[in-house]
């Protein structure tokens, strides 16, 4: 715990001034790596990018171990890392010394030692610098990026670590070199040109499915919302068409109200002019019913409303107290009695006529409230409307 702080701590006086934009994360992984592999050191030194560019960066260099065909080997290694790291992957490297060169066609190095893993080529959120270095030393175990080039004497590195001495105590023959390279590696050699093409070709396709992947993904969206759209449009549409129609319908209603009101108008002008020169009219024979169901409606009706002044009649008396309160209400049961008979009547009546059951129950439903006082009692001094009465 007190070697995790230590780095940590190192990491801080490195990177001070340095624009680092998640130092935490950044001082967590590098300290993580470092303690599970304690060849590895740190800097602060000047990279350069393919476009020219230079900044000052913090640096991991060192060796990972391997192991290849029983004997354990050193192979340097320098990891930068960029501002925005762990956001973006860090910058891996095989670094041989004087005495080193790169494998040709090796499948995961290019000749400018630049590492190519799974690793760096996925890295997302989730990912960790820990698991890189375990990627490289298994990749590198199966295939060393390095070879001790010939004529040279045994290997001396400018790191001063400690597993260092295993590779010293190893002959040169036990290195990995260009005479001694294993068979596995001289295969891949042989066929590096076709597993170069069908690595890029693998690489291809799986970048071409995870764009088809995503474009599918929003088009499907897209569809789902265009559809959800459209089935709301179809509902509106069915409202309306069902308001159009309805329209339609009522137009029809009121344009053949219009004829009928136009061919009334017609008949009461015709009656006008051929009545209007008469002394005195008969109101019983204006109005006639065309059959014997409709007279009946009318007698039945006219009963009602009869009916309906007399209640009225019978308030107002009660309100100039011309008569009591008993024998108000035995004059309105009676009354009220006859009034039910007169509307049930009018209402067999309507049906008969008619010959549907979806009729009103009352030609008069309301009691008619006449314009002004009764005849009788005009010659009155004053006139008073009908008091409110509570229920008894």
């Known amino acids: 715990m007190s070697s995790v702080r230590s780095l940590q701590q190192q990491i801080q006086n490195l990177t001070r001034g340095l624009p680092y934009q998640r130092r935490n994360e950044l001082e967590n992984q590098v300290s993580s790596a470092m303690v599970n592999v304690q060849t590895l050191r740190l800097a602060v030194d000047y990279h350069t990018f393919p476009d020219g560019r230079r900044e000052r960066l913090l640096k991991m260099h060192g060796t990972i171990p ?93 790191y001063n670590q400690p597993n260092y001495q295993q590779q010293q105590q190893h002959s040169s023959s036990h290195r990995p070199s260009a005479q001694a390279t294993p068979p596995s590696y001289n295969q891949h050699v042989q066929s590096s040109s076709a597993t170069k093409k069908q690595q890029l070709l693998e690489e291809c396709t799986n970048k071409m499915k995870s764009t088809l992947k995503e474009e599918l993904g929003k088009l499907t969206n897209e569809i789902a919302r265009v559809q959800k759209k459209q089935i709301e449009i179809e509902k509106r549409k069915k409202k309306v068409d069902a308001s159009l129609r309805d329209g339609e319908s009522e137009k029809q209603k009121l344009e053949q109200r219009k004829i009928d009101l136009v061919t009334e108008t017609s008949k009461v002008e015709i009656w006008i002019q051929n009545n209007e020169h008469q002394a005195s009219i008969d109101v019983d024979t204006i109005v006639s019913a065309s059959d014997t169901y409709s007279n009946q409606l009318f007698e039945a009706t006219a009963e009602d409303y009869a009916y309906t002044d007399i209640l009225y009649e019978l308030d107002a008396c009660l309100g100039d107290e011309l008569i009591d309160i008993q024998k108000y209400l035995r004059h309105v049961q009676k009354i009220a009695r006859k009034q039910y008979m007169a509307r049930a009547l009018a209402q067999k009546v309507n049906v008969a006529r008619l010959g549907t059951q979806n009729v009103p129950h009352s030609p008069n439903p309301q009691p008619r409230q006449p314009a002004g006082p009764p005849p009788s009692y005009q010659q009155a001094a004053t006139y008073k409307p009908p008091p409110t009465y509570k229920r008894y």
Request: charged residues 15%; aromatic residues 12%; positive net charge.
């Open 66 to 158: 391997i192991n290849y065909r029983g004997n354990v080997y050193n192979i340097p290694i320098t990891v930068w890392f960029e501002y925005s790291f762990p956001q973006l992957p860090p910058l891996a490297y095989v670094t041989p010394t004087a005495d080193m060169a790169v494998q040709q066609n090796h499948r995961h190095v290019d000749t400018a030692g630049k590492m190519y893993l799974q690793g760096l080529h996925a890295w997302g959120f989730r990912s960790s610098l820990t698991d890189l270095i375990v990627e490289m030393t298994s990749a590198f175990s199966r295939a060393p990026p390095v070879y001790a080039k010939p004529n040279n004497q045994p290997v001396k590195h400018n």
